[in-house]
């Protein structure tokens, strides 16, 4: 118990630090692509908000493709009875075998916690969920969700701390994202047919608009235009600060990080889901 309270004390000091980083410019990072107004860049470019009603949802994408890299975001969920609605936050390359890394925020009724859902797409098969639980109330402050996608590994982060790890297993044959550039996506939008309970609690509209923000993003990655990735010229210094990331993996402490917020946080991992897969679970999940 003693271990426990020392590393909540832990992460509530990293989630300060974290906060600290420098903002972006979101008119320089992003553009609002859809809601009619209902998505909003705010205190000259600091901040950036979407709104969800009855008629319509918002969301936004960044102007770069990116071809791995280390993606950090401040979000403040929609608080109270968020039942029904999905806050997305995820990369993305197009096309029928697109690849994808996914936060989505499932809402729920007062007093209940948030879903944190994740799953990783290859080729256009995801089927990859693991859930969670989180710490702390995602709607009475900003707290930071991070991606680190390098060739090896795609890990998931919450202010800090380590929620899943997504090893590359291409040579036990599971495909994995290293090829086809990323933009980072979000939305929010009403998903009331299956987002809570598996749709039996429907969004009470009398709350609209529902409203969730964002600040202080930050990538240190790899952008890809024209065919060609800013990484290229910094490969052959590849002990370079400012490409640390892309051979970054997760040391001692981070590790037990990763095992303390699954053994208490994680609320379904389709790794463990027999009934889903009678004839066996997917290959990377036998993998050390």
């Given at each position: ?13 990293s ?14 990072d ?7 107004g ?9 901040l ?28 403040k ?15 993305s390359?197009?096309?029928?075998n ?27 098969k ?16 900003f707290?930071?969700y ?18 899943r ?39 009470d ?19 890809w235009?024209?065919?060609?990735s800013?990484?290229?010229a910094?490969s ?53």
């Amino acid at each position: 118990m003693a271990r426990s309270s020392s590393l909540v004390l832990l992460l509530a000091i990293s989630s300060v630090l974290v906060a600290s980083s420098s903002a972006a410019n979101f008119y320089q990072d992003f553009d609002v692509t859809w809601g009619d107004g209902r998505g909003k860049i705010l205190n000259n470019g600091d901040l950036l908000t979407l709104s969800l009603d009855k008629a319509s949802g918002s969301g936004f994408q960044s102007k770069n493709e990116y071809l791995f890299g280390k993606i950090d975001m401040q979000l403040k969920l929609v608080p109270g009875n968020s039942a029904g609605t999905v806050t997305a936050y995820y990369l993305s390359s197009k096309g029928a075998n697109w690849d994808e890394i996914d936060f989505e925020f499932l809402g729920n009724l007062s007093g209940d916690p948030y879903i944190l859902h994740t799953n990783v797409f290859s080729q256009g098969k995801g089927n990859r969920e693991q859930q969670f639980h989180l710490w702390f109330d995602p709607t009475a402050d900003f707290h930071t969700y991070s991606i680190l996608w390098n060739p090896q590994r795609i890990i998931f982060s919450v202010d800090g701390t380590p929620i899943r790890e997504f090893k590359n297993a291409e040579s036990n044959g599971v495909p994995f994202p290293k090829n086809q550039p990323m933009r980072i996506y979000s939305s929010l939008w009403n998903a009331d047919d299956w987002a809570t309970r598996g749709g039996l609690v429907k969004t009470d509209w009398s709350n609209a608009p529902f409203t969730a923000s964002y600040r202080n993003f930050n990538a240190n990655a790899c952008v890809w235009t024209n065919g060609k990735s800013s990484c290229s010229a910094a490969s052959s210094t590849p002990d370079s600060s400012s490409t640390e990331w892309l051979s970054e993996e997760l040391d001692t402490t981070s590790q037990e990080r990763l095992k303390w917020a699954q053994k208490n946080y994680m609320i379904y991992n389709y790794c463990a889901d027999n009934k889903r897969f009678p004839q066996g679970v997917p290959q990377e999940c036998n993998l050390s």
